[in-house]
């Protein structure tokens, strides 16, 4: 079974910075793609952020310039990097992979909340 443990979710005051971790309890190296995603109150879910086994990242226009996602194969861990962080970017942040076999899974969720 395939588990994803997020972890770096907390509160910040806008402008501060936040780094999220997610675990896999698989090789890195078998995942095509990797990325996070959010959702607020009311809202719908919304990419933030992907990255593929190539190297090419997808970021939301919300986030360009202060979000980075990246991944530590040693650790077998997916971040993002959060910086110049703003009352909007409070959600729900999930961290989801696809496999080289098509297979997707997802976390559980870590809370973000910016205070204004």
């Known amino acids: 079974q395939v588990q994803l443990v997020e972890s770096g979710g907390g509160l910040v005051q806008t402008g501060g910075s936040l780094r999220l971790s997610c675990r896999v309890t698989?090789?890195?190296?078998?995942?095509?793609?990797m990325g996070w995603y959010r959702q607020a109150p009311g809202k719908q879910r919304e990419l933030v952020a992907s990255?593929?086994?190539?190297?090419?990242?997808n970021y939301a226009d919300s986030v360009k310039g202060r979000f980075t996602i990246s991944r530590d194969n040693a650790k077998n861990t997916v971040l993002l990097q959060m910086n110049s962080l703003k009352p909007e970017d409070t959600a729900v942040y999930y961290c989801?992979?696809?496999?080289?076999?098509?297979?997707?899974?997802w976390g559980q969720g870590t809370q973000v909340t910016v205070s204004s």
């Open positions: 698989i090789s890195i190296s078998s995942i095509n793609i």
């Open positions: 990255l593929t086994t190539y190297a090419r990242t």
């Open positions: 989801t992979v696809t496999t080289g076999t098509g297979r997707n899974y």
